[in-house]
């Protein structure tokens, strides 16, 4: 059974002070059996000291004792014994007579008093226990300090229960009223749970309290006396309406009646502590003593023996040489008392202090964009410096800063053209494409100076380079041919359109543009310039010297000191080009990771849907799929443009061509036609070679042999990230298709690719082995490719590999297309797997279709690839024997036999022959 709350007077239960109304309980319990003592209860103001000891007397009172009451106040003028005298004189039983002390003289007020109390108090406790209730000593007069003591240790025996409520004492008395506590059962008061509050507000409200009104009590801060006057005052002022028995709230304003409140307590401080108090309520945020009285003019000196007082009233906190107020809800109040213009001049004011005393723009950015007026430029500087810091960490709170700069600034400010581009970039990193580009549409209407529109018009560029690449050259030109542009602005306009033209498939060109910005042009406009290179150089399927530029580029940015451009992905795909698919999709993750962390979400966006297409060149079709498919859900307007088509549309369409996903294969070929009208290039030829594909699936020959010629047109790679291996593809569908010039053409340049790269290497002699279909470059291609990170490039290798073989008769047929069955298998790659089931039945082998949906097959716990060795090696054979026969290097080998020790726990051969055997003869 729960425990009833104490109430007195028929007023609302006492709530979340059930553990110290327990211990007051047995503490008067203790008294009637004539067992004295003294309980010391503390707490800040508004903790609920006052009503506690409200709820001691009524306790008191209820059991048939004797309960005398009195306080202190904080009053500069304050009566000797004040606290003492009001406790005996007043009651239903007055112990002295309040006419008694006027008939002593002053000089032996002290001494009589002193005596009077004690006798009067033994006198009544003689005839019975006693309870004395003083409230507020910290504020106690000095006389009252001094007799407190003698009283308790010489009725110490005598059956009196004092309860002595104690707040933050003032300096000057501190120790005396921590002596004065030390021999007491001290009983703390904190704020109240969250549990407390709620009771508390259904108890004032009559209704249960909903998020707003929980919401709103929270400000209280579990302070019981500022949450009772809170709910009062908004209930008072109409502003708790209660629906279905639930009560609601709206308004942050601090109601009439807590301002009351706290300008009462405002009011019992000195005049300097008060206006000190006053001012202090505009800081938002702690202040350091050096602060407040710059802001205040009262001398370092002296501000401290304010701050004092004003500690010591409740108002005022200090921790590691820091100020603030002890409840923010008070400030609010205080600060509510203002007027309005004195609080606002005083807060632009506070700006200007904080900065002074080493504060940060950032720090102060929320004052002063609420603060300063138009026209202040100081402000607009401040503001521009501050979302320039918050770009990489908190672009939406950057754009808001940068908007109320442009306020500030006024249409015909000096710096508005640059504000304004420095507004459409932070809208940009945070998403807003659509609002960005309307507000750079906006300004570019007006009147601009040639550098500014310029400017603008390369911010422009940025802006819209991955939806458009095309546009972006535009803007590019568009600024260019601005008159009277300066040399640093322009080498940066040069070097954006040569990447854009690059990202467009204008190969050629974007060379010969990057070629015009010079060498010693600004690290960002180089570093532009030479990824412009690297990416033509990856469309004309050179992996190796897109890298060496691309090295360079983040080279030339690191040597600037300047950080790396969130969004540029290329370095990622350039690495899949190459083969090297492990380092590009920890590349990938690591772009998706800073993107999110700096909240940049393009380039987040742009980092999502380049994994995508990473996935599906590891061969984890269903995992591309899905993330191809979330990214263009998350991606915004970014979701429509030229980087979503040749990133997560083409990794979407090439899984579901691979799966065997029919309803994938029609968005595929209507994903394909639709890009095939793109303005760029590159898009058009992507969008052909998707609809080319998807063509092949559904065995239209015909469509095959027109949109392959399409998609490999004018010598460019399908894509703004192309590559290598499609070499094969080509060549096969372009046999298929009665096309043996272009297949010859696909062999021409497979054979200009890197030789010193192996996975180059073994592509060049694929392509060329379908050409005659011949078996030892086709074998040697298998070869090559047996440790690349490509598993569906391996798999198709063997295919082609088996079935020349077998057309030839030859034995190893089976075991390589076994190979590439398990490699397809594993990918998921549903269509692949029946076509090589096909070609295995043909030789007389069957197997059963099985899956793992992309993550890994086989059986005993092992892979497919790892059974294989497993069983060669429980034949007898070395691991080079195992290598040529499963057309593997001897490394991929013993890799697989470190697996196999691994998950079976096993350390020798003979533990892995006799683990066969059992799983065998099961």
Known sequence: MRRVPWTSGGGSPLRGREAESAALADRLAALSRGRGGVVVVEGPPGSGRTRLLAEVHARAVAAGLPCLRGSAALDRLAVPFGPLLEALCNGPAPLLDASEPRLVRPAGLRSWTLQEARARLAGA?????????????????????????????????????????????????????????????????????????????????????????????????????????????????????????????DGDAVPRRLCELVRGRLDQVSPSA????????????????????????????????????????????????LLGFRHDLVRQAISAMLPSALRRCLRRQAVDVRLAHGGRAVDVAAELAETAAPGDHRAVDLLRRAAEDLAATAPARAVALSRRALDLAG????????????????????????????????????????????????????????ASP??????????????????????????????????????????????????????????????????????RLNPSRALAFQDEAEARVARASRPRALEDCARAFTLTASGQIDEALREADEGVGAARQAGHRPAEALWTMSRARVLLDAGRLAAARAAADAALSAAGDLGSGDFADTTARYAFGRAAVHMGDEEG??????????????????????????????????????????????????????????????????????????????????????????????????????????????????????????????????????????????????????????????????????????????????????????????????????????????????????????AERLFLSSHTVGSHLRHIFTKWNITSRVDLTRRVLEREAA
């Open 125 to 249: 406790a003689a005839r019975g226990p006693l309870v004395v209730c003083l409230d507020d000593v910290q504020w106690c007069d000095s006389a009252t300090l001094a007799a407190l003591p003698v009283l308790l240790a010489d009725l110490a025996d005598a059956p009196i229960l004092w309860v002595l409520s104690v707040g933050p004492p003032p300096g000057a008395v501190a120790a005396r009223v921590e002596a004065l506590c030390r021999g007491g059962d001290r009983i703390v008061l904190g704020p109240l749970t969250a549990r407390a509050v709620a009771e508390l507000a259904a108890d004032l409200l009559g209704a249960e309290p909903g998020i707003a009104v929980l919401r709103a009590a929270g400000r209280a801060q579990g302070a019981p006396r500022l949450l009772v006057e809170l709910l009062r005052g908004l209930a008072e002022e109409g502003r708790i309406t209660v629906r279905d028995g639930i009560a609601t709230t």
């Open 274 to 321: 008060r206006q000190c108090v006053r001012v202090a309520s505009v800081f938002d945020r702690a202040f350091t003593a050096a602060e407040l009285a710059g802001l205040t003019g009262v001398p370092v000196g002296e501000i401290a023996v304010v701050v004092e007082e004003a500690g010591g009233a409740g108002f005022l906190a200090g921790s590691d040489g």
């Open 411 to 466: 249409p015909d400010g000096p710096h508005t053209a640059q504000i304004v581009a420095e507004t459409v970039e932070l809208l940009w990193r945070d998403g807003r494409y659509a609002e960005a580009r309307q507000r750079a549409e906006a300004a570019l209407e007006g009147f601009l100076t040639p550098e500014a529109e310029a400017r603008l018009r390369w911010v422009m560029a940025r802006l819209v380079g991955h």
């Open 470 to 539: 095309a546009e972006a050259v535009r803007q590019c030109r568009a600024g260019l041919a601005v008159a009277g542009v300066s040399a640093g602005l322009r080498a940066s306009l040069v070097a954006t359109e040569a990447l854009h033209l690059s990202r467009s498939g204008y190969t050629t060109r974007a060379i010969a543009v990057a070629g015009r910005v010079a060498v010693d042009a600004d690290a960002a406009a180089g570093a532009t310039a030479l990824a412009a290179l690297a990416r033509a150089e990856l469309a």
């Open 665 to 882: 294969v029609r968005r595929c070929a209507a994903e394909g036609a639709r890009m095939a009208s793109a303005e760029a290039p590159a898009v058009r030829r992507t969008g052909n070679w998707l609809a080319a594909l998807a063509a092949d699936a559904a065995g239209d020959t015909a469509r095959v042999a027109e949109l392959i010629e399409l998609a490999w047109a004018d010598s460019g790679a399908p894509g703004m990230t192309p590559d290598p291996a499609d070499l094969v593809v080509l060549a096969r569908l372009a046999l298929r298709a009665e096309l043996p010039g272009l297949a010859a053409e696909a062999a021409g340049r497979a054979a200009e690719l890197d030789a010193e790269i192996p996975f180059l290497r073994g592509v060049a002699d694929h392509t060329r082995g379908l050409l005659t279909d011949d078996p030892d470059l086709l074998l040697q291609a298998v070869k090559l490719l047996g440790e690349a990170e490509r598993p569906l490039v391996r798999a198709s290798a063997a295919e082609d590999a088996g079935r020349v073989l077998g057309a030839a008769g030859d034995p190893a047929a089976r075991e390589l297309l076994d190979s590439a069955l398990d490699l397809y298998e594993e990918c998921g790659a549903v269509r692949d797997a029946a076509r090589v089931r096909r070609r295995l039945r043909a030789l007389g082998v069957r197997r059963a279709a099985r899956f793992s949906g992309g993550a890994g097959g086989g059986r005993w716990g092992l892979t497919a690839a790892e059974v294989k060795v497993a069983l060669l090696v429980a034949q007898g054979a070395t691991n080079r024997q195992v």
